[in-house]
């Protein structure tokens, strides 16, 4: 049995859980190893610090890099828990292989998720239901080299910060039919920066119109609901619980197949389909009661209350008995260990 170890800083003592930014402070320790030769080294748990790569790391120009975002909980019994890290696991494999990076040994994923966490479980407070911890597992290219190639060299890290409510607030955004996030047939089902980094221009644009996301278009004919930034896109309307399919240009979020299972267990019709931006439009211009929200490890469940398509505003509905809110509360009781986890997605460091 391993023992919860003090925090060799005093990074913890000083932070404040009751008003902190999301991703601006580390726990005290990170997991790091490294490819070379051809096969993974053992890694190995260390504290929290700086890396130290050459300029001519591949990483700085080409592209190859990989992340997951991943989350634990206390659950009732005030042990910690990983949700999910096998479907994790899988997604950041597939993504590696899509980025010509190497794949993960899954004992060697397990172990440093497992290790880092019983290393800072004193920065989850055994008091507050609405603090969990943020994983983030990446891998980057460092071979020093320039010049256009797969690298030869890798580093893999698992680092953790805390997080509280990524959305404070409903939201509003707009139907991006201007601008693409991800063509199918490109790398928009990785989880990998260069994804993230093209999407930041037409966003940032949407900010500065007092928008707080993007829904994304086909790239083929700006017509069909992809996915936002941050989440994946759902609709709920007539007992019927609707997403946009997976294919080459749409994340296979965890938070969504969580959703997805969770409604078939409450007997919610779920359909994956195309969802063309106008039927929203029609929908809400005949005032019937449709929900529109977004669902992400980061955000969880994002209830949006306006979304402007072809530069008229709507308003979904987003009252208090809304299904999404249901959703989001079976959720938030399995991970917590207050409802039945009858799909075994919790994983107690005690295993």
Same mark, same amino acid.
């Given at each position: 049995?391993?023992?919860?170890?003090?925090?060799?800083?005093?990074?913890?003592?000083?932070?404040?859980?009751?008003?902190?930014?999301?991703?601006?402070?580390?726990?005290?320790?990170?997991?790091?190893?490294?490819?070379?030769?051809?096969?993974?080294?053992?890694?190995?748990?260390?504290?929290?610090?700086?890396?130290?790569?050459?300029?001519?790391?591949?990483?700085?120009?080409?592209?190859?890099?990989?992340?997951?975002?991943?989350?634990?909980?206390?659950?009732?019994?005030?042990?910690?828990?990983?949700?999910?890290?096998?479907?994790?696991?899988?997604?950041?494999?597939?993504?590696?292989?899509?980025?010509?990076?190497?794949?993960?040994?899954?004992?060697?994923?397990?172990?440093?998720?497992?290790?880092?966490?019983?290393?800072?479980?004193?920065?989850?407070?055994?008091?507050?239901?609405?603090?969990?911890?943020?994983?983030?597992?990446?891998?980057?290219?460092?071979? #020093?080299?320039?010049?256009?190639?797969?690298?030869?060299?890798?580093?893999?890290?698992?680092?953790?910060?805390?997080?509280?409510?990524?959305?404070?607030?409903?939201?509003?955004?707009?139907?991006?039919?201007?601008?693409?996030?991800?063509?199918?047939?490109?790398?928009?089902?990785?989880?990998?920066?260069?994804?993230?980094?093209?999407?930041?221009?037409?966003?940032?644009?949407?900010?500065?119109?007092?928008?707080?996301?993007?829904?994304?278009?086909?790239?083929?004919?700006?017509?069909?609901?992809?996915?936002?930034?941050?989440?994946?896109?759902?609709?709920?309307?007539?007992?019927?619980?609707?997403?946009?399919?997976?294919?080459?240009?749409?994340?296979?979020?965890?938070?969504?197949?969580?959703?997805?299972?969770?409604?078939?267990?409450?007997?919610?019709?779920?359909?994956?389909?195309?969802?063309?931006?106008?039927?929203?439009?029609?929908?809400?211009?005949?005032?019937?009661?449709?929900?529109?929200?977004?669902?992400?490890?980061?955000?969880?469940?994002?209830?949006?209350?306006?979304?402007?398509?072809?530069?008229?505003?709507?308003?979904?509905?987003?009252?208090?008995?809304?299904?999404?809110?249901?959703?989001?509360?079976?959720?938030?009781?399995?991970?917590?260990?207050?409802?039945?986890?009858?799909?075994?997605?919790?994983? #107690?460091?005690?295993?």
């Amino acid at each position: 049995m391993h023992t919860i170890e003090l925090p060799t800083t005093n990074r913890l003592k000083q932070f404040n859980f009751d008003q902190f930014s999301f991703g601006e402070v580390p726990t005290d320790h990170l997991f790091l190893a490294k490819f070379k030769n051809g096969e993974w080294e053992n890694g190995e748990i260390q504290p929290f610090s700086n890396f130290s790569l050459s300029p001519f790391s591949l990483c700085f120009h080409y592209g190859q890099t990989v992340f997951e975002g991943m989350k634990a909980f206390r659950l009732a019994d005030r042990t910690v828990s990983i949700f999910r890290p096998d479907k994790h696991y899988e997604r950041l494999n597939r993504s590696l292989e899509r980025m010509c990076m190497p794949t993960l040994p899954k004992q060697m994923f397990l172990t440093g998720l497992t290790e880092l966490l019983y290393k800072d479980a004193a920065w989850l407070p055994v008091d507050r239901q609405d603090i969990a911890m943020y994983i983030r597992p990446f891998v980057i290219a460092t071979d #020093p080299r320039i010049g256009v190639k797969v690298s030869n060299e890798y580093l893999f890290a698992i680092t953790c910060t805390p997080i509280g409510e990524y959305y404070d607030k409903p939201l509003r955004v707009k139907i991006e039919t201007e601008y693409v996030r991800a063509a199918e047939g490109s790398a928009g089902s990785a989880k990998c920066g260069g994804n993230y980094g093209g999407a930041f221009y037409p966003t940032q644009k949407a900010n500065e119109e007092g928008f707080d996301q993007l829904i994304w278009t086909d790239a083929q004919t700006h017509q069909f609901l992809e996915e936002a930034g941050t989440m994946n896109i759902m609709m709920y309307i007539d007992n019927t619980l609707i997403t946009p399919p997976l294919s080459g240009s749409i994340l296979d979020g965890i938070t969504r197949n969580s959703i997805l299972q969770i409604a078939r267990d409450l007997s919610i019709v779920v359909e994956e389909r195309a969802i063309h931006y106008k039927e929203i439009a029609e929908h809400l211009q005949k005032s019937d009661r449709l929900e529109l929200f977004g669902a992400g490890t980061a955000a969880i469940i994002s209830p949006i209350s306006s979304v402007q398509i072809d530069g008229i505003d709507y308003y979904p509905h987003t009252g208090n008995d809304a299904m999404m809110f249901k959703l989001k509360n079976e959720l938030e009781g399995i991970r917590r260990g207050i409802k039945e986890d009858k799909h075994n997605w919790n994983y #107690p460091l005690n295993r």
